[in-house]
């Protein structure tokens, strides 16, 4: 081989390697996946009496347009809208607030393209009205929004936050917790699943982060949700089974990336098996609006 073409060889492998490696690499495994089994969902579900929740809605507060590939491993270079989103179940039982999306300050730290205070306020309206608020991880743009909050020390006993959402990994303690706040608190424990509301049960999934979980939620109407928080970042996370690149994943976020596998398994099954389940992904309100919109979800929280 001439010289020349050793060099572009050696060139090609420097490069190639790591750029398969750490943008497109999506090997999910052969392991089944984890469980989610949507009779359990439903028994638990029925478990607490009372009102099931009668609306959904997303609420974006905020948005960036990132290469697909970071998020979605071997997902193209073509940019995606990534949205900053909380989510609301409301009915007369009380309204259930999912994730609160950011503070101002935060937003501009993100580097976010666009940030809309009005559309952050209805969050924050949402939160003081709430009966519970729960969060999907203990990352800043799901939880932020609580701890930025003026008023916080009325709001947040009403959020029930998991002992791995409140410390013990570098997420947790790296939050802009408010002076006191994590000393006054309870942390909310459970194992496996359970329901905090009729209709509305959490799922622990820990994976993207220690303190990742979903939650599932039954509608009176007999509609079912599922808010799969970062474990899904885009619709196409669980569609296609594909983790976030290992760039983002295991060099930025550090996740476990195994674990994330088999809980993106478990929904592209739990959906495959329930056609009609309506999954939110954590960053994707561009996919769950514009596509094919499940019907009755609502893609704005009522004006405080
Ligand atoms: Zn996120």
């Not at 609580?146 to 303690?173: C, H, S, Y």
């Amino acid at each position: 081989m001439k010289r020349r073409y050793k060099l572009l060889l050696a060139l090609l492998v420097l490069i190639g390697v790591p750029y398969y490696w750490l943008l497109i690499d999506n090997r999910p495994g052969d392991g089944p996946g984890a469980q989610l089994d949507i009779a359990e969902l439903r028994r638990l579900a029925e478990s607490i009496p009372g009102p099931k929740p009668e609306a959904v809605a997303v609420q974006t507060v905020g948005w960036r347009r990132v290469p697909g590939t970071l998020f979605v491993a071997g997902g193209g270079l073509k940019r995606n809208l990534l949205t900053i989103q909380a989510g609301l179940l409301s009915g007369p039982w009380g309204e259930i607030v999912i994730d609160g999306g950011f503070g101002a300050q935060d937003a501009e730290e993100f580097g976010l393209e666009a940030f809309r205070p009005d559309h952050q306020a209805r969050v924050d309206a949402a939160m003081r009205r709430a009966r519970r608020i729960v969060f999907t991880h203990e990352h800043l743009d799901h939880i932020g929004g609580l701890l930025r909050l003026p008023d916080f020390a009325q709001v947040a006993p009403k959020a029930l936050i998991t002992p791995e959402q409140m410390r013990g990994n570098r997420w947790a303690d790296g939050l802009p917790w408010p002076r006191g706040a994590r000393e006054s608190l309870r942390a909310f424990r459970y194992s496996g699943m359970t329901a905090i509301a009729p209709g509305v049960v959490l799922i622990r999934t820990p994976g993207h982060t220690p303190g990742s979980q979903m939650v599932y939620a039954r509608l009176a109407d007999g509609r079912e949700a599922l808010f799969a928080g970062d474990t899904a970042t885009m619709e196409r996370s669980w569609r296609q089974v594909r983790a976030r690149s290992r760039l983002v994943g295991d060099l930025m976020v550090g996740e476990d990336r195994a674990a994330v596998f088999a809980w993106l398994k478990a929904v592209n099954r739990l959906h495959r098996e329930n056609p009609e389940l309506i999954v939110i992904a954590g960053h994707d309100e561009e996919a769950l609006r514009f596509a094919k919109p499940p019907p009755g979800i609502a893609f704005e929280f009522p004006a405080p």
